[in-house]
Structure formats: structure tokens, C-alpha cells
């Protein structure tokens, strides 16, 4: 109630900065794009309305800023956000989470003569951006939207290394003995000796699948490479 009391009088409020991260694995790797949603500002609450009825929920505040319906909702842990102001309806609005959890510290230590609580709970709501958290923002879906892009296109531009430990380790552990096989054949070109056969190669990489007489040299057709080449069927050349 003090809270409410000390925004509905117009307060000037530090708003916390919006930063998040996306992440999608691909090709062995694991690709990650941070985008910015919002930097922390300050910004003038005036003609307040608050217990005011948003998305079907009571809120705490609610004021316009420029364009958008600006909400505020206090928690602490015997009053949880409401999951309707997760995803609301209305996207032009911009809600925030203040945490009022801790409090009670304000008002049992550093006592200093001649503060008011009310002063100290004011400064608290004011400034402290740790309390303070956004649970919706109106321009995170079109943010979002272009790091999901550019995160796709910077996994379909990455190229592994033939070289590479982990695309080893993979195709060692898949099947070992025709790694073996294919590089000692590349070391060893002189085949008269082995008998010709027919396998069935499939790709680790790109999972294609084609056919080779051996002793020749199972290159996959998709990614022109023999390093990823895996015999999962063989039949004795007659």
C-alpha cells in the first residue's frame, strides 16, 4: 500500500536493462545471439491509476508512457505474478515486475534519524533496478524475431573442420573399425590384394546414403568428403 501510495503521487522511476540470448545447436556446435531489448532508462510516471483492471488482473499501477500502457505489478513471495500479465493480450504495454521481497531491510537497519520510511521505501522504487524485473516488453517479439534469423544464418554459414576433435570423436565412437579402414586406405593406395565388395555408406554429417564398390573411396556425394563416412551394410562382390 505504501508503495502504491508513493508512484500514484507522479515519481520519476529507473527502469532495469532488457538483455537476452538465444542459442540453437547445429553441425556439432552450439551458436548463440545476444540481442538488446531495452536499455535502462529513467522515465517520468504521471497520471497513475492504481488496483487498476489490466488483462483481467488487479495491478498496481498503470499509466500511459508516450504510446504504451506502462504496468506495474509488486511481488514478494506471498504474492506471485499473475501468469496472465505473461502473455497479454494487449501488446502495446510494457509491464514490469518490482520485487518487494527485501524490504523489510529498509526499515530494521541503518536507522537514521529523522528518515522517514516512506522516504526509504520512495528511493528503494526509484533506483533500485536489482528488484525490478520486465515481464513483457512491446518491442521484444520483433527483436526476438530477427536474432532467431540471424542466428539461423550464422549456424548455415558455419563450415566444421575435417580436423575438427568432436566431429572425430563422434565417428570413432559410431563405428571405429571403418574409420580405421577408410584412412589406411588413403595411406595405402595399392588395393590388388582386397577383394572387392559391395557396402552401403551413410554420411554422419548430412545423413546421406549411397552405394560403393570398395576398395574405393566412399565419398559422400552431398558433402564430397570421405572423413564422415560410415559402412552400415556390406555384400561380397561375385
Excluded at 499473475?82 to 515486475?97: A, K, Y
Excluded at 542466428?151 to 559410431?174: E, F, G, I, M, W
Amino acid at each position: 500500500m505504501m508503495a502504491r501510495q508513493i508512484i500514484e503521487t507522479g515519481i520519476y522511476i529507473t527502469l532495469p536493462e532488457y538483455k537476452c540470448s538465444l542459442t540453437k545447436q547445429a553441425k556439432g556446435k552450439c551458436f548463440k545471439e545476444d540481442f538488446l531489448v531495452a536499455k535502462s532508462s529513467t522515465i517520468l510516471l504521471d497520471n497513475v491509476d492504481k488496483e487498476a483492471s489490466f488483462e483481467k488482473c488487479v495491478v498496481d499501477v498503470m499509466s500511459r508512457v508516450g504510446d504504451f500502457i506502462f504496468v506495474i505489478y509488486f511481488t514478494h513471495p506471498n504474492r506471485p505474478l499473475p501468469s496472465g500479465l505473461l502473455t497479454p493480450h494487449h501488446r502495446q504495454c510494457g509491464i514490469l515486475e518490482i520485487k518487494l521481497d527485501d524490504t523489510h531491510h529498509l526499515f530494521t537497519y541503518n536507522k537514521a534519524p529523522g528518515t522517514r520510511q516512506l522516504d526509504k521505501l520512495k528511493d528503494y522504487i526509484q533506483h533500485d533496478v536489482e528488484s525490478k524485473m520486465w515481464v513483457f516488453h512491446p518491442r521484444y517479439a520483433q527483436l526476438e524475431q530477427e536474432a532467431t534469423e540471424r542466428l539461423s544464418l550464422k549456424a548455415s554459414q558455419y563450415t566444421p573442420t575435417p580436423t575438427s576433435s568432436v566431429h572425430n570423436d563422434q565417428h570413432r565412437h559410431r563405428n571405429p573399425k571403418n574409420f580405421e579402414l577408410h584412412h589406411s586406405d588413403s595411406l595405402h593406395p595399392s588395393t590388388n590384394s582386397i577383394p572387392s565388395r559391395h557396402a552401403q555408406f551413410e554420411c554422419i554429417m548430412c545423413q546421406c546414403q549411397w552405394q560403393v564398390i570398395l576398395p574405393n573411396k566412399p565419398i559422400c556425394p552431398k558433402c564430397h568428403n570421405h572423413l564422415y563416412a560410415s559402412e552400415i551394410s556390406s555384400s561380397q562382390e561375385a
